[in-house]
């Protein structure tokens, strides 16, 4: 089973909707979690930390369920800039600092 | 600015040649990572290192090898053992606690000729 599963998508929405991602980890013992944007042939960048009580960051919310092992990113009022590959990543916590990524979430946001 | 460096962004690796590329951060901080990503793939760890002179095989560390001489650098060589090379590769640093999210740089782009 892989460390971390994301539906990939695509996801095709209109401008100012709204659009939830889902991602799921399989090892109980991760500790730290994180939403990262991938937008077409560049490097990853961070989006937001996830926190245990949840956090929002402008348009952007994140949830976590740790009993479920579930992760989520909302995008409220979508723009056309919000394209782009949306990667959930999950650490374990160790002193290693090894993350684990998804494969990403697509999302083209059309006008 | 404070940031990691990549190069080249373009990189053309003959049948049975050895290539490196470069990675350099000047974020202070410990831990270095190179990933390969594949189109419509996600990123698969080849080597991480945690401090300097010191590094551990990742994922897919067959056909690769790093080195670790100073916190700023740490290059990949992509040996002509890998017979697929053809991929992005990424760097990334964080702190050496865990829990730290990875900073990025912006890639370099390897193809056979």
């Known amino acids: 089973r892989k460390e971390v599963e994301q539906d990939p998508g695509p996801f095709n929405v209109p401008e100012g909707a709204t659009v939830a991602f889902n991602c799921t980890y399989s090892?109980?013992?991760?500790?730290?979690f994180f939403w990262y944007r991938q937008d077409c042939r560049k490097e990853p960048k961070l989006l937001m930390s996830?926190?245990?009580s949840g956090n929002e960051d402008g348009r952007f919310t994140a949830q976590l369920n740790r009993a479920s092992q579930y992760i989520s990113l909302l995008i409220r009022d979508s723009k056309l800039s919000d394209s782009a590959t949306y990667l959930c990543?999950?650490?374990?916590?160790?002193?290693?600092?090894?993350?684990?990524f998804g494969r990403g979430t697509q999302l083209t946001v059309w006008p | 600015d404070g940031g990691i460096t990549q190069s080249p962004k373009y990189l053309f690796r003959k049948e049975g040649q050895n290539v490196t590329l470069s990675c350099e951060q000047n974020l202070n901080h410990d831990a270095m990572y190179w990933y390969r990503q594949d189109p419509g793939q996600g990123l698969r760890l080849i080597y991480y290192?945690?401090?300097?002179?010191?590094?551990q095989k990742g994922d897919i560390a067959e056909g690769y090898s790093v080195s670790r001489e100073k916190k700023e650098s740490f290059p990949l060589t992509v040996t002509s053992a890998q017979k697929n090379p053809t991929a992005f590769y990424l760097c990334?640093?964080?702190?050496?606690?865990?829990?730290?999210?990875?900073?990025f740089g912006d890639g370099t782009r390897l193809s056979i000729l």
């Open positions: 990334a640093s964080s702190e050496r606690t865990g829990n730290q999210p990875q900073h």
């Open positions: 090892n109980s013992a991760s500790q730290s």
């Open positions: 990543v999950v650490s374990r916590g160790s002193t290693l600092g090894r993350l684990y």
């Open positions: 996830v926190y245990s």
């Open positions: 290192s945690q401090i300097v002179n010191d590094f």
